[in-house]
């Protein structure tokens, strides 16, 4: 055994110089050899030969020879493999280092998504490279989000897949469309700032949560990734919102204090609103992990655009009267005299009289849940039938000097008081209030309404969402979709739009899924843009959207009495590298590989530092990896990481480029989308 497989076998057997196939990753090494890392230097002292060639004896101490040691592996032929053979001949790497061994914010490419990453360690590099997990550092990217070329172009009736021929617009020239649009959503949003910048009322999001099982990144990059990840994608929605927009994020824990942390920065701390607290489900559900305590709840995070601008338009919570508001609201009152004068006294808010009557003849009433569940239906009615009436008995805060003011005179027996208001949603009015041995009256009608013989509560949200506020009955088939986890329900979505737009009101979502958002706000006469990369077949925003068109009846249909109608606009980024990226991906044998390369040597955009050409002894290397354990996986990221990433897309600016073979139909719609811009 030659001694550099001896070194290389010892420095194997330390986890942290090894990736997830158990290859030796050097800058690992490198960088434990600079710092003088203690378990390094132990490891190299446990064996006689290697200890003999990189540490020096001086009366009776080793001493540890950096120099003579980071040389030696750093040797060209020392990790002389057919990946390490295939880096070289390619122009990858120079004396078997990374070309871009820096610790700048770099872009990064993960398989089903394009981020931007963190600053990159020599250490952190011992990380397995997930397919286009490659590295373009920040001076390499030049046109990479410049607004991209759009095509496929189709709009969706209920008459089925059109022609699009031009894009509604209002009276200052924005466009008016509901928009679906295929692609990276990072270089998606890019390509629609122009347009659509101060624009946005409400932007809603469910990103990738970042847990273990969505395989999202490796664990060494769990953090620093996802979160630069999610700062470039809220840099630029931002951009987005109108002065009195607001954006929701839902995130879990693992994720939500950064997060927090990073929106502070991004939206400003001072325009932080809310984090809802949504109970996803009740302790009983299946699947609830955790191991200390059943996690049942997700956060949602919100910002306002500007506080100083923001106005909610409705922070009513719609839900149906249930069991546990009879318990509460059981009374009802039957009659009362007119009562006489018992006191009166000044309001120092209004400076007007307040009036207060004792009542001698009145009668309550009380509504029986006996066997409620027998008789669910007859109880309903009877609410239903004595809705205007019926209340419950509550004592006043102490803080509330006013209403105490009145109560000091309503100790015992029935009273009522009246008198101008000065705050709220009465303030004006003139209105009687009851009291009963020292509680006031608390109308169900003040807090609800009936709408088709239901009775509904409007109660002002909190920040915590039960799990029986939010209706999911049949959750997994909404919209005639299916999404294996994540899919929110209708009904939440719902509640957020209601909050903050009116009808009309334009939506974004970026992480689109199978369509959730836009279903909803298309069922409730909101416009919306809907940006997804990942292909979900028969459960994609597409299909979901024609089902909304055609009177789709799952979810929030009934309760906003959808009928259908109505239309959507598609389009994708038009590909370029990226069809060899999604080739690559799908590619299922080192032959197919083989011949990819060869067309992507004819008809791509490669860096500037791989050799175009394709030299015998790198085919060679290149058969003989697909050859080795996981060889498949290690071919794909070789050619991923040949292509130019600034050229995934083509760019607007390339549009008449022969080269692309840009339709005349899509320049004309180009035109007709960009405008001016073009």
Same mark, same amino acid.
């Given at each position: 055994?030659?001694?550099?497989?001896?070194?290389?076998?010892?420095?194997?057997?330390?986890?942290?110089?090894?990736?997830?196939?158990?290859?030796?990753?050097?800058?690992?090494?490198?960088?434990?050899?600079?710092?003088?890392?203690?378990?390094?230097?132990?490891?190299?002292?446990?064996?006689?030969?290697?200890?003999?060639?990189?540490?020096?004896?001086?009366?009776?101490?080793?001493?540890?020879?950096?120099?003579?040691?980071?040389?030696?592996?750093?040797?060209?032929?020392?990790?002389?493999?057919?990946?390490?053979?295939?880096?070289?001949?390619?122009?990858?790497?120079?004396?078997?280092?990374?070309?871009?061994?820096?610790?700048?914010?770099?872009?990064?490419?993960?398989?089903?998504?394009?981020?931007?990453?963190?600053?990159?360690?020599?250490?952190?590099?011992?990380?397995?490279?997930?397919?286009?997990?490659?590295?373009?550092?920040?001076?390499?990217?030049?046109?990479?989000?410049?607004?991209?070329?759009?095509?496929?172009?189709?709009?969706?009736?209920?008459?089925?897949?059109?022609?699009?021929?031009?894009?509604?617009?209002?009276?200052?020239?924005?466009?008016?469309?509901?928009?679906?649009?295929?692609?990276?959503?990072?270089?998606?949003?890019?390509?629609?700032?122009?347009?659509?910048?101060?624009?946005?009322?409400?932007?809603?999001?469910?990103?990738?949560?970042?847990?273990?099982?969505?395989?999202?990144?490796?664990?060494?990059?769990? $953090?620093? /990734?996802? +979160?630069?990840?999610? @700062?470039? =994608?809220?840099?630029?929605?931002?951009?987005? #919102?109108?002065? *009195?927009?607001?954006?929701?994020?839902?995130?879990?824990?693992?994720?939500?204090?950064?997060?927090?942390?990073?929106?502070?920065?991004?939206?400003?701390?001072?325009?932080?609103?809310?984090?809802?607290?949504?109970?996803?489900?009740?302790?009983?559900?299946?699947?609830?992990?955790?191991?200390?305590?059943?996690?049942? $709840?997700? /956060?949602? +995070?919100?910002?306002? @655009?500007? =506080?100083?601008?923001?106005?909610?338009?409705? #922070?009513?919570? *719609?839900?149906?009267?249930?069991?546990?508001?009879?318990?509460?609201?059981?009374?009802?009152?039957?009659?009362?005299?007119?009562?006489?004068?018992?006191?009166?006294?000044?309001?120092?808010?209004?400076?007007?009289?307040?009036?207060?009557?004792?009542?001698?003849?009145?009668?309550?009433?009380?509504?029986?849940?006996?066997?409620?569940?027998?008789?669910?239906?007859?109880?309903?009615?009877?609410?239903?039938?004595?809705?205007?009436?019926?209340?419950?008995?509550?004592?006043?805060?102490?803080?509330?000097?006013?209403?105490?003011?009145?109560?000091?005179?309503?100790?015992?027996?029935?009273?009522?008081?009246?008198?101008?208001?000065?705050?709220?949603?009465?303030?004006?009015?003139?209105?009687?209030?009851?009291?009963?041995?020292?509680?006031?009256?608390?109308?169900?009608?003040?807090?609800?309404?009936?709408?088709?013989?239901?009775?509904?509560?409007?109660?002002?949200?909190?920040?915590?969402?039960?799990?029986?506020?939010?209706?999911?009955?049949?959750?997994?088939?909404?919209?005639?979709?299916?999404?294996?986890?994540?899919?929110?329900?209708?009904?939440?979505?719902?509640?957020?739009?209601?909050?903050?737009?009116?009808?009309?009101?334009?939506?974004?979502?970026?992480?689109?899924?199978?369509?959730?958002?836009?279903?909803?706000?298309?069922?409730?006469?909101?416009?919306?843009?809907?940006?997804?990369?990942?292909?979900?077949?028969?459960?994609?925003?597409?299909?979901?959207?024609?089902?909304?068109?055609?009177?789709?009846?799952?979810?929030?249909?009934?309760?906003?009495?959808?009928?259908?109608?109505?239309?959507?606009?598609?389009?994708?980024?038009?590909?370029?590298?990226?069809?060899?990226?999604?080739?690559?991906?799908?590619?299922?044998?080192?032959?197919?590989?083989?011949?990819?390369?060869?067309?992507?040597?004819?008809?791509?955009?490669?860096?500037?530092?791989?050799?175009?050409?394709?030299?015998?002894?790198?085919?060679?290397?290149?058969?003989?990896?697909?050859?080795?354990?996981?060889?498949?996986?290690?071919?794909?990221?070789?050619?991923?990481?040949?292509?130019?990433?600034?050229?995934?897309?083509?760019?607007?600016?390339?549009?008449?480029?022969?080269?692309?073979?840009?339709?005349?139909?899509?320049?004309?719609?180009?035109?007709?989308?960009?405008?001016?811009?073009?």
């Amino acid at each position: 055994m030659s001694f550099s497989t001896k070194l290389i076998n010892l420095l194997k057997t330390d986890l942290r110089f090894v990736d997830d196939d158990g290859e030796l990753v050097l800058a690992a090494v490198q960088d434990r050899a600079w710092k003088i890392d203690h378990g390094l230097v132990k490891l190299l002292l446990s064996n006689k030969e290697i200890k003999a060639k990189f540490f020096d004896e001086i009366e009776g101490h080793w001493i540890f020879n950096i120099n003579t040691f980071i040389d030696y592996i750093s040797q060209k032929n020392f990790l002389d493999n057919s990946y390490t053979r295939f880096r070289n001949r390619i122009g990858l790497t120079i004396g078997g280092k990374y070309l871009r061994e820096r610790g700048e914010v770099a872009l990064a490419w993960p398989y089903k998504d394009c981020v931007l990453e963190g600053g990159q360690t020599k250490e952190e590099e011992k990380r397995k490279e997930i397919f286009f997990n490659e590295v373009l550092a920040q001076d390499e990217i030049n046109r990479l989000l410049d607004p991209k070329v759009l095509t496929n172009f189709r709009r969706y009736t209920a008459n089925g897949k059109e022609e699009v021929t031009d894009f509604k617009r209002d009276e200052n020239g924005v466009i008016r469309e509901n928009l679906i649009i295929k692609g990276n959503n990072l270089l998606a949003l890019h390509t629609l700032k122009q347009q659509f910048r101060g624009k946005v009322k409400l932007i809603y999001i469910d990103p990738p949560y970042n847990r273990e099982e969505d395989n999202f990144y490796n664990d060494n990059f769990r $953090h620093s /990734s996802w +979160l630069t990840f999610m @700062k470039n =994608r809220l840099e630029i929605a931002n951009q987005f #919102l109108k002065q *009195e927009g607001c954006i929701f994020i839902s995130i879990d824990d693992i994720e939500q204090a950064y997060l927090k942390i990073l929106c502070d920065e991004i939206f400003g701390k001072e325009n932080f609103l809310a984090s809802i607290a949504y109970e996803r489900s009740g302790v009983s559900g299946l699947g609830q992990g955790g191991d200390f305590l059943v996690n049942t $709840h997700e /956060s949602i +995070l919100c910002y306002a @655009k500007s =506080r100083q601008h923001f106005n909610p338009i409705d #922070l009513s919570g *719609e839900i149906e009267f249930n069991i546990d508001d009879m318990r509460r609201y059981n009374k009802y009152l039957i009659s009362i005299d007119n009562g006489i004068e018992h006191a009166r006294f000044i309001a120092p808010s209004t400076k007007q009289e307040v009036v207060i009557f004792r009542h001698s003849n009145f009668e309550i009433g009380t509504i029986s849940l006996k066997n409620w569940t027998d008789r669910y239906d007859e109880i309903y009615n009877e609410y239903l039938n004595k809705f205007e009436n019926i209340f419950r008995n509550t004592s006043i805060q102490e803080e509330n000097e006013f209403q105490n003011k009145i109560l000091g005179y309503c100790q015992d027996g029935f009273y009522s008081a009246k008198y101008l208001v000065a705050r709220g949603k009465n303030k004006g009015q003139v209105i009687t209030s009851y009291y009963l041995n020292g509680q006031v009256f608390v109308w169900l009608k003040d807090s609800a309404k009936i709408s088709k013989r239901k009775i509904i509560k409007t109660n002002k949200l909190s920040d915590f969402w039960n799990h029986s506020s939010i209706p999911k009955a049949d959750l997994a088939n909404e919209g005639g979709v299916k999404l294996r986890r994540g899919k929110k329900p209708e009904n939440l979505v719902k509640r957020l739009i209601t909050m903050i737009t009116e009808q009309g009101d334009l939506v974004l979502d970026f992480f689109s899924g199978s369509g959730t958002t836009c279903a909803v706000a298309h069922k409730m006469g909101r416009l919306y843009i809907g940006i997804e990369q990942l292909e979900y077949g028969e459960n994609d925003s597409v299909v979901r959207l024609q089902n909304v068109i055609n009177g789709d009846k799952s979810g929030i249909s009934k309760s906003v009495n959808w009928q259908g109608g109505g239309d959507f606009v598609y389009c994708e980024l038009m590909k370029y590298n990226e069809a060899f990226m999604e080739r690559i991906q799908a590619a299922r044998s080192s032959e197919e590989l083989v011949q990819i390369w060869r067309e992507m040597a004819e008809d791509s955009f490669l860096n500037w530092y791989v050799n175009p050409a394709m030299p015998e002894e790198a085919v060679r290397d290149f058969e003989a990896i697909g050859r080795e354990e996981n060889g498949l996986e290690k071919q794909k990221h070789l050619l991923a990481e040949l292509l130019d990433k600034n050229q995934l897309y083509v760019n607007l600016t390339e549009i008449d480029d022969a080269q692309f073979k840009v339709s005349a139909e899509d320049k004309a719609l180009n035109k007709a989308f960009y405008g001016e811009s073009l």
